[in-house]
């Protein structure tokens, strides 16, 4: 998928600020991809960009219209459609990472043929991919893995590409999951192909490139969770990773939705993802850990990290509060 810049961000009836992460996330990394916003009268979410009106937004040269917005069951709400029938007869595509598609709804499919729009249901890919087959490519490449899902590997990828970026290096941010397709722009959703095929996504979005050129993949899962390990073997075989960077959330007790599963040692971890993903590149290894300390307080957070950096002999940083300039620079 790639969207087309720049985006008018819809913020629709979001009860509270959570509700409109996505807005916030495309808003946080890419303010230049952002013209402004639009919210219903009820919104109690505000990016802080300007609030336009459809034709606004097209005067300022919106392009697509991103429902930055989740619902309870990730509907296209009712309520929204006025508005998206709008943008799309104003010459806007869309864009969506929920649940519910846009393609699935007649109204926006009538509209966006009869207008020549594009509707784009990001967590559903549109292209058939191949089976990977493991050759080496030109360029290098970077994968965050983590000790459980949803532990800030998205986040780190992208604080990473952006610390490369500030230092001139020749980078670029490759989405695997929804919420990084609608930042970034482009990617695939590899939770949602099929299995034969997930290494085989991978390694088309992550083609040959320039010796000095790196690609940051977003990583998806944990090797040690049992629901998702599947499409984390996939993504890393399809990776071919030079470096590997662990995300861990250190004030989990066991792993995300899984009582009965403890969070895996990070040597452990380490060494498990090391093995899986040599068989695709033998010279892969870790540059730093990068961990979430924002249940910590300033003192505990410092003394973990440490400790971390200490027992692993690696950079350990959380991103948010300190960057990533130490784990870039062990790129060399």
């Keep these: 998928m790639d969207l087309k810049k720049p985006y008018l961000l819809f913020l629709g009836d979001a009860a509270d600020p959570l509700a409109a992460k996505v807005a916030q996330g495309i808003k946080q990394w890419h303010p230049e991809y952002c013209v402004g916003q639009f919210r219903l009268p009820e919104c109690q979410a505000d990016c802080g960009l300007p609030d336009m009106s459809i034709s606004e937004a097209v005067k300022a040269g919106a392009k697509t219209l991103v429902i930055g917005v989740a619902n309870r069951g990730g509907v296209i709400s009712e309520q929204w459609l006025d508005v998206l029938v709008e943008a799309l007869e104003a010459g806007m595509d869309l864009a969506s990472g929920l649940h519910n598609r846009l393609n699935d709804i007649p109204a926006l499919t009538e509209c966006a043929k009869a207008n020549g729009r594009q509707l784009f249901d990001v967590r559903y890919p549109t292209q058939t991919y191949p089976v990977a087959n493991g050759r080496k490519r030109t360029g290098k490449r970077l994968l965050t893995v983590g000790t459980d899902c949803s532990c800030g590997k998205m986040y780190t990828s992208l604080a990473i590409e952006k610390e490369m970026r500030s230092q001139g290096m020749n980078v670029d941010f490759r989405a695997t999951g929804q919420t990084g397709i609608l930042i970034s722009g482009s ?27 790196w690609d940051v993949i977003e990583g998806q899962g944990s090797l040690f969770h049992p629901s998702f390990a599947g499409v984390t073997t996939g993504l890393i075989h399809g990776a071919q990773p030079d470096a590997l960077v662990l995300c861990h959330e250190p004030t989990r007790t066991h792993m995300r939705g899984l009582a009965d599963y403890s969070v895996p040692d990070l040597k452990e971890c380490m060494e498990a993802n090391l093995a899986t993903a040599r068989l695709t590149n033998p010279d892969v290894r870790f540059v730093g850990v990068s961990v979430n300390t924002s249940q910590l307080d300033e003192a505990e957070a410092m003394s973990l990290l440490d400790n971390i950096e200490t027992e692993l002999e690696l950079p350990a940083v959380d991103p948010f509060r300190q960057g990533m300039s130490r784990i870039v620079k062990k790129l060399g």
């Design 187 to 213: 990617g695939v959703s590899v939770d949602c192909v099929v299995a034969d095929f997930i290494a085989g996504a991978v390694e088309t979005i992550s083609p040959d490139n320039s010796d000095d050129h």
